[in-house]
């Protein structure tokens, strides 16, 4: 077997030799792009207790675009890390379908997700919008609609450390046992409205009217599916 490269990496997920086709192939680039350089932004790291990450660019002629491998290296069902990887996909498809952000997915290929990169953690764009009253109120709306429709969901908890954004959104990233399986959780606790609170108030100072927005984000997810 030839030593792990990004390229073979995405060669191997396409099915074919050509790091130019196989990036077009997985809709990593549109047909008409021309691919310009593979650029590796990182070696692997750990991503937590249970992935190791790997972050690229992809550059053509029309800008740059970032990616994540995320490779399981949990310990847990009978099938090893397939099986819980199978189990990270369902949540995110059922969180998807409920409302909640989610990074783009490209496929999974022996353990391994390839996903957008989500460029910014949810801390670094509520401090980012400090000084933009529109952006804030909308990142703040969002992350109250985002523990809403968790808690609607029966999710028993969220690190919200895990919680990125592309500037304006709220995008779960993490579908791990930090996350836990839907319906763990009675529908109406506040645990995880606590949750974000606390993460709002230790990046910004926040005020009456932040909360109002955070509480209404809050009953928007929590009553969306009834």
Not at 76 to 95: K, M, P, S
Not at 101 to 127: D, M, N, W
Not at 188 to 211: K, P
Request: aromatic share 6%.
């Amino acid at each position: 077997m030839p030593p792990w490269s990004l390229t073979t990496e995405i060669c191997a997920r396409a099915g074919v030799d050509d790091l130019s086709a196989a990036v077009r192939k997985l809709g990593l680039l549109e047909q008409s792009e021309r691919l310009e350089l593979a650029v590796k932004s990182s070696g692997w790291y750990r991503g937590g207790a249970e992935t190791y990450l790997f972050d690229f660019e992809l550059r053509s002629e029309s800008g740059t675009r970032r990616f994540l491998l995320k490779a399981c290296v949990a310990v847990g069902g009978l099938r090893g890390t397939a099986e819980i990887v199978e189990e990270w996909v369902r949540r995110r498809a059922f969180l998807e379908h409920e409302g909640v952000a989610v990074p783009r997915s490209y496929g999974v290929h022996l353990s391994t997700i390839l996903e957008e990169f989500i460029p910014l953690a949810l801390r670094e764009a509520l401090v980012a919008a400090e000084g933009a009253p529109t952006a804030r109120q909308s990142l703040l709306f969002e992350l109250g609609r985002a523990a809403g429709i968790l808690t609607r969901c029966g999710f028993p908890a969220l690190q919200l450390n895990d919680l990125r954004s592309r500037g304006t959104d709220v995008v779960v990233v993490d579908f791990g046992e930090d996350l836990g399986p839907a319906g763990a959780a009675g529908r109406d606790h506040t645990a995880i409205l606590d949750q974000a609170l606390t993460l709002a108030g230790e990046s910004v100072s926040l005020v009456a009217g932040d909360m109002r927005t955070l509480d209404a984000g809050f009953e928007a997810g929590r009553r969306a599916g009834k």
